[in-house]
T-cell receptor, first 110, second 111 residues
């Protein structure tokens, strides 16, 4: 099993550009989520999904969209990137109360 | 969701036992206690989970008193590679998906 995979590993955007961060898991977990982590801080929940077709907002959802068309994939879209969105983004899937995290995407918005 | 409180940072030396305590005064009956470890530039990694008393695995032990209002992660004989941030989370094992990560405890192990 590959677990949770994320692409790309690094990305630089200009203000106003859009992009999609990809996340996939092969563990058949229903629950998936996206977090952002700013330097020296804990993780903050952006959006989460409890199954295909079902998504909901987390703690910091503004500026981000998600969709969940399959169990395996949970992409995160930045509609119009802003410097405040410079961060490391982690995707996770969950079985019961244990979360499995991807390696992260380091995003810089200039 | 039960809020957790942990020390911001701790220092230790190689070979010592390290105990990190987490307070969770508002823990609910159905909540489990889970600890994660995070190295720089990596996602958090599950260490151990428990409900009450003591749980031990190959990496750590978790001590939970009868009132469950706190828990202690014990790392035996730490090495330099245990330098990381440790997060304590409290959540319902059957749902309550909005898991909240606090700032964690930054453990620095010295030679």
């Amino acid at each position: 099993n590959a677990g949770v995979t994320q692409t790309p590993k690094f990305q630089v955007l200009k203000t106003g550009q859009s992009m999609t961060l990809q996340c996939a898991q092969d563990m058949n977990h229903e629950y998936m989520s996206w977090y952002r982590q700013d330097p020296g801080m804990g993780l903050r929940l952006i959006h989460y999904s409890v199954g295909a077709g079902i998504t909901d907002q987390g703690e910091v959802p503004n500026g981000y969209n998600v969709s969940r068309s399959t169990t395996e994939d949970f992409p995160l879209r930045l509609l119009s990137a802003a410097p405040s969105q410079t961060s490391v983004y982690f995707c996770a899937s969950r079985k019961r109360d244990t979360q499995y995290f991807g390696p992260g995407t380091r995003l810089t918005v200039l | 969701l039960a809020k957790t409180t942990q020390p911001i940072s701790m220092d230790s030396y190689e070979g010592q036992e390290v105990n990190i305590t987490c307070s969770h005064n508002n823990i609910a009956t159905n909540d489990y206690i889970t600890w994660y470890q995070q190295f720089p530039s990596q996602g958090p990694r599950f260490i151990i989970q428990g409900y009450k008393t003591k749980v031990t695995n190959e990496v750590a032990s978790l001590f939970i008193p009868a009132d469950r209002k706190s828990s202690t992660l014990s790392l035996p004989r730490v090495s330099l590679s245990d330098t990381a941030v440790y997060y304590c989370l409290v959540g319902d094992n059957t749902g309550g998906f909005k898991t909240i990560f606090g700032a964690g405890t930054r453990l620095f192990v010295k030679a």
